[in-house]
């Protein structure tokens, strides 16, 4: 009997085990998409000031956001706080910005800017609580010098507004 049982268990022992993985495999697409609607550019007002309002010769950048599921993700949106290209500064440069729904495809987002947070400096962030469309401004002025008035040098400047949709 020792013997069957020792024999068996050898047997049994020898087996392969056999395992096989089973994939699951599936495509997700996006919910929320971001477009820049109207490129911005700096107006120079006088030496020292870098804007993108239109009254000073720039233009405000417009973001729209369209996105197909409500109370599903958070629009946030960063007006620059450095160049990220520019000639050799001189002096330091104090960034302000300031960020806006400017238009909406539903009446029901009448209240994002007044419900809306700001997370950091220079940033505001939106619930999106409708589906749909909301297009924002994201005006920026670079002030060069401090209270020396210090002139920006001539040369290209580029500043980034930094959009990005988060889930709630």
């Not at 107006?43 to 417009?62: D, E, F, K, Y």
Request: charged share 5%; net charge neutral; glycine share 8%.
């Amino acid at each position: 009997m020792k013997k069957l049982i020792i024999t068996m268990s050898l047997i049994l022992g020898c087996t392969p085990v056999v395992a096989e993985n089973i994939y699951i495999n599936g495509d997700v697409a996006s919910r929320c998409s971001i477009v820049q609607d109207t490129a911005g550019s700096w107006g120079n007002p006088s030496a020292n000031v870098l804007t993108t309002l239109p009254a000073s010769g720039g233009q405000v950048p417009i973001i729209r956001f369209d996105y197909s599921l409500a109370n599903a993700f958070y629009a946030n949106i960063s007006t620059p706080i450095s160049f990220s290209t520019s000639p050799s500064l001189s002096d330091s440069t104090v960034f302000t910005g300031v960020i806006a729904v400017t238009q909406s495809s539903s009446s029901d987002m009448s209240g994002y800017q007044a419900a809306s947070t700001t997370p950091t400096a220079n940033s505001r962030q939106y619930a999106l609580t409708h589906a749909g469309t909301t297009w924002f401004s994201a005006t920026s002025v670079a002030t060069h010098g401090g209270g020396n008035l210090t002139p920006f040098p001539s040369g290209s400047y580029t500043g980034i507004v930094v959009a990005s949709c988060i889930a709630q």
